[in-house]
């Protein structure tokens, strides 16, 4: 059965560097997103991404967060700048043109020290 | 706002027992509802999906049901497990919001042999 992957599993970088999260959507799969969920919260929705373009974003995806997606199977989150409040599990989804469901990849761990 | 509740917040129980799980929202009109596992430190398993115009779905010894009118879905387990171990999450796709889940905070549930 055809999955979300993401890359890596886990990440530690410093302060201020920059980071870019990888996912590997469904193949088939039209409609891309990124969510976070910091250690004991809520998982909270970052952003959705259709047809090489932004849809909507929360307020929390500020200049500091970017996504793109640079060919035709990965789909990528930047973080220009990380913070330590930036710590959190990192979930890519994506869903097929048809139906809502979302499939959901692994996560990343990405621990800002 | 949209908004999910998830109640109760944690949950210990002996093998054996019968349980529910139960999920709130503040909007009748929803897309779908969708049920989550989560082991410690893990990605988002879907255990079930029920689409807006469905009342219930069944998996193996899982069953969810969904009341629109009231905003409540509900999560039973059947004869639970040690490996039933884990944090169940509710997430909804309100109509309208159609790009993103809200999820709620979670039941951590703990079976004891």
């Known amino acids: 059965e055809p999955e979300v992957t993401q890359t890596p599993s886990h990440q530690v970088t410093q302060m201020g560097q920059e980071v870019i999260l990888r996912c590997v959507p469904i193949?088939?799969?039209?409609?891309f997103y990124w969510y976070r969920q910091i250690l004991g919260q809520k998982v909270e929705f970052l952003v959705s991404?259709?047809?090489?373009?932004?849809?909507?974003k929360s307020e929390i995806f500020d200049d500091q967060f970017s996504v793109e997606r640079p060919d035709g199977s990965n789909f990528t989150l930047k973080i220009r700048s990380t913070k330590l409040e930036d710590s959190a599990m990192y979930f890519c989804?994506?869903?097929?043109?048809?139906?809502?469901?979302?499939?959901f990849g692994p996560g990343t761990r990405l621990t800002v020290t | 706002k949209q908004e999910v509740t998830q109640i109760p917040a944690a949950l210990s129980v002996p093998e054996g027992e019968n349980l529910v799980l139960n999920c709130s929202f503040t909007?009748?009109?929803?897309?779908?509802l969708q049920w989550f596992r989560q082991d410690p430190g893990k990605g988002l398993t879907s255990l079930l999906l029920?689409?807006?115009?469905?009342r219930e779905q069944t998996s193996g010894r899982l069953n969810a049901s969904l009341d629109k009118s009231s905003g409540r879905s509900t999560l039973y387990i059947a004869a639970s497990q040690p490996g039933d171990s884990a944090t169940y999450l509710c997430?909804?796709?309100?109509?309208?919001?159609?790009?993103?889940?809200?999820f709620g905070a979670g039941t951590r549930l703990a079976v004891h042999p």
């Open positions: 193949s088939n799969h039209l409609y």
């Open positions: 991404f259709y047809n090489n373009e932004i849809s909507e």
């Open positions: 029920i689409q807006s115009s469905q």
């Open positions: 989804a994506s869903r097929p043109a048809i139906g809502y469901e979302q499939y």
């Open positions: 997430a909804v796709l309100f109509s309208g919001g159609y790009n993103k889940l809200i």
């Open positions: 909007d009748s009109a929803i897309y779908n």
